[in-house]
């Protein structure tokens, strides 16, 4: 496990070290549109599945800000178009007081144009899924100003509900409600963020 630990942190050392010397990293800003689901239910109402007066179907949809930060590095530089390996940062929902975190590592290319596309898996509270981006980088004599829309799909998933006793108040008997699974879904994720660093 140490070992694993060590090769993951080596890995990241050495995107970030790169990153740095080619000066393509920096912040990154903007905000994101969640549809209706789980993540929904609790932005909006802190309610988590199996909670009194959760709604599978989730609350309305929901927006939240980003900010974070951007780490990247070319491991294919040609005339025309580079291959990029990207580490994305970002921290959402700050303005509502709550610390929504989620990593995305992205494998793309970028067009000497300023286009690009990229795709990966993505870490958050909603859990592990795939994550697809494009971009397009406005370019000054002094500033890259990077603007990327991304989209990060729902997943369906299951709650299992636990069997239990409870109390009708009509009849004054104790009736037993047997367990059930309620599906339901995270919601998905719309992105627009846009960043700047220094132009070489």
Same mark, same amino acid.
């Not at 993951?8 to 689901?37: E, H, N, Y």
């Not at 940062?89 to 144009?113: H, N, W």
């Not at 627009?192 to 070489?200: H, I, K, R, V």
């Given at each position: 496990?140490?070992?694993?630990?060590?090769?993951i942190?080596?890995?990241l050392m050495a995107f970030t070290t790169q990153?740095?010397v080619? /000066?393509? !990293?920096?912040?990154?800003?903007?905000?994101?549109i969640i549809? !209706?689901?789980a993540? %929904?239910?609790?932005i909006?109402?802190?309610?988590?599945?199996g909670?009194?007066?959760w709604d599978p179907n989730?609350a309305? &949809? +929901?927006?939240?800000?980003?900010y974070?930060w951007?780490?990247? %590095?070319?491991f294919?530089?040609?005339d025309?178009?580079s291959? =990029?390996?990207?580490?994305?940062?970002?921290?959402?929902g700050?303005e509502?007081?709550? *610390?929504l975190?989620?990593?995305?590592?992205?494998?793309g290319?970028r067009a /000497?144009?300023g286009f690009e596309a990229?795709?990966g898996? #993505? =870490?958050?509270?909603?859990g592990?899924?795939m994550?697809l981006?494009?971009?397009?980088t406005?370019?000054?004599? %002094?500033?890259?100003?990077p603007? #990327?829309?991304?989209f990060?799909?729902?997943k !369906?998933? &299951?709650?299992?509900?636990? +069997?239990?006793y409870?109390?009708?108040?009509?009849t004054?008997?104790e %009736?037993?409600?047997?367990?059930?699974e309620?599906?339901y879904? &995270?919601?998905?994720r719309?992105? =627009?963020t846009?960043? *700047?660093?220094?132009?070489?």
């Amino acid at each position: 496990m140490n070992k694993i630990i060590l090769s993951i942190a080596l890995v990241l050392m050495a995107f970030t070290t790169q990153a740095q010397v080619v /000066k393509l !990293s920096g912040p990154r800003i903007g905000g994101t549109i969640i549809t !209706s689901g789980a993540a %929904t239910e609790f932005i909006q109402n802190s309610l988590f599945p199996g909670d009194d007066g959760w709604d599978p179907n989730g609350a309305p &949809t +929901a927006v939240v800000s980003q900010y974070g930060w951007q780490l990247e %590095t070319r491991f294919i530089d040609g005339d025309e178009i580079s291959g =990029l390996v990207e580490w994305v940062f970002l921290v959402g929902g700050m303005e509502r007081g709550l *610390f929504l975190p989620s990593i995305s590592s992205l494998f793309g290319m970028r067009a /000497k144009g300023g286009f690009e596309a990229a795709l990966g898996p #993505n =870490l958050s509270l909603s859990g592990i899924g795939m994550v697809l981006a494009v971009g397009y980088t406005i370019q000054t004599e %002094t500033l890259n100003i990077p603007l #990327n829309l991304s989209f990060v799909p729902g997943k !369906s998933m &299951t709650y299992e509900q636990r +069997a239990e006793y409870g109390w009708d108040n009509e009849t004054g008997v104790e %009736t037993f409600i047997p367990s059930s699974e309620i599906d339901y879904n &995270t919601g998905s994720r719309i992105s =627009l963020t846009m960043g *700047f660093n220094l132009a070489q």
